[in-house]
């Protein structure tokens, strides 16, 4: 097949020989126990579905729904950022629902990168930042994010040359893969920084109701500046248990959000609109839901901290998102690392470098399985003797 250019490109998919390890491993009779996947295991609440339910017998969502979105979920996601980031937005120019967040993030590299132009990634980072850009031709700059900053990019440090080619700046706060959090003053400078340099910022927000400790994670647009020049990506997968739903959306500055509308208008027909009710039902509905799921994650979290301290590991209880991100002792790699504990302990973490260069040397364990597979983790983790 002569296939193009974009398709041998694509980086080889690190977690498609992971997997392959553990099939083996099970097809060997090994009990594995995966701590790499970021999938909610709770099931989405009963309201949730009873709402899908009551919605597919509706004959008027059998038909094409617009990409634009319902006009009454427009506004559920406006009064859901008034209520909780106290950010008022206009429904009609300034929120658009998306096919899960993934599909936006995709397609945003779209509105702004032409070949040869440049995207600054997170690194470690989510894979579809810089895979949108090279999809759109350009190419990805990566900012390091480093454990001595916290987790942030240092944007001061971005070559002048690479800046002028830049168009966009992608963040991720609360991170995945790191757990890290960043607060008002950073987006602050982002802000500004961007505005200096006529760089959009794409912030990706997906984690902002998954918090520990009474913490409650900003939007990007409460940040002085941020509506300006930046549009903010959230989702409905981590905060309801709802992956599978496939819906999210994106706010923020009208210009933007009116070019993603028209890429996107050109390439789908919107979530289904029995998805969109329930997104509505979600968005309006009781919230309980949220910190009785963060609990059961917060409960994980310090098990597994505990248990890798007591491996030796350098790790830090996130305030936030998914994910532990662990330092792996020095003069090992983090696929060395990973292959020791699935063979010696039956365990899957992922490797840091899946996530880009800077992931070296860590590993990232996901707190999404169920609590009787979390302990018989734990307590072989807590065997071994490295
Ligand atoms: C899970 C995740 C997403 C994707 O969420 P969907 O809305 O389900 O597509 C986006 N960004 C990050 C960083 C994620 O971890």
Redesign the pocket.
């Known amino acids: 097949m002569n296939f193009a250019r974009r398709i041998e490109k694509l980086p080889p998919y690190l977690f498609a020989e992971i997997s392959r390890k553990i099939a083996e491993k099970r097809s060997q009779g090994v009990d594995v126990i995966s701590l790499a996947i970021?999938d909610p295991d709770l099931p989405t609440p009963e309201h949730l579905i009873e709402s899908l339910r009551e919605a597919s017998l509706d004959v008027a969502n059998h038909r094409y729904p617009e990409t634009v979105g319902l006009l009454e979920l427009r506004e559920a996601i406006a009064r859901w950022y008034e209520r909780r980031f106290g950010v008022s937005l206009d429904p009609q120019r300034e929120v658009l629902p998306l096919i899960?967040?993934?599909?936006g993030?995709g397609h945003i590299a779209l509105c702004f990168v032409d070949p040869g132009d440049v995207a600054l990634v997170p690194d470690p980072g989510?894979p579809?930042y810089a895979v949108g850009t090279m999809f759109a031709g350009g190419e990805a700059y990566y900012l390091p994010l480093r454990e001595e900053n916290g987790f942030l990019p240092d944007l001061e440090a971005v070559p002048p040359d690479v800046l002028r080619k830049a168009k966009a700046l992608w963040l991720?706060y609360p991170n995945?893969p790191t757990g890290a959090v960043a607060d008002l003053a950073f987006f602050e400078r982002a802000a500004a920084f961007a505005r200096e340099h006529g760089l959009a910022v794409l912030h990706?927000g997906?984690?902002s109701e998954v918090a520990f400790d009474g913490y409650r994670p900003p939007s990007f647009l409460e940040a002085e500046g941020a509506r300006e020049v930046g549009i903010e990506?959230h989702?409905l997968?981590?905060s309801y248990n709802m992956?599978g739903w496939?819906v999210?959306m994106a706010v923020g500055n009208a210009e933007i959000i009116d070019a993603l509308m028209r890429v996107k208008s050109n390439l789908d027909s919107g979530i289904p609109q029995a998805i969109q009710r329930m997104a509505i039902a979600a968005l309006d509905g009781p919230q309980e839901c949220i910190e009785e799921h963060n609990l059961v994650y917060q409960r994980r979290r310090d098990r597994l901290v505990s248990a890798l301290r007591g491996l030796g590991l350098r790790v830090s209880p996130p305030k936030a998102s998914l994910y532990v991100w662990a330092r792996v002792p020095d003069g090992t790699s983090s696929v060395q690392y990973a292959t020791r504990l699935l063979d010696e302990a039956g365990v899957v973490v992922t490797p840091g470098i899946g996530y880009g260069p800077s992931g070296e040397g860590y590993v990232r364990l996901s707190l999404t399985i169920p609590d009787e597979q979390l302990e018989e983790g734990v307590r072989r983790l807590e065997a071994l003797r490295l």
């Open positions: 970021g899960g967040s993934k599909e993030i989510y579809v991720n995945n990706d997906p984690y990506f989702s997968s981590k992956t496939r999210a």
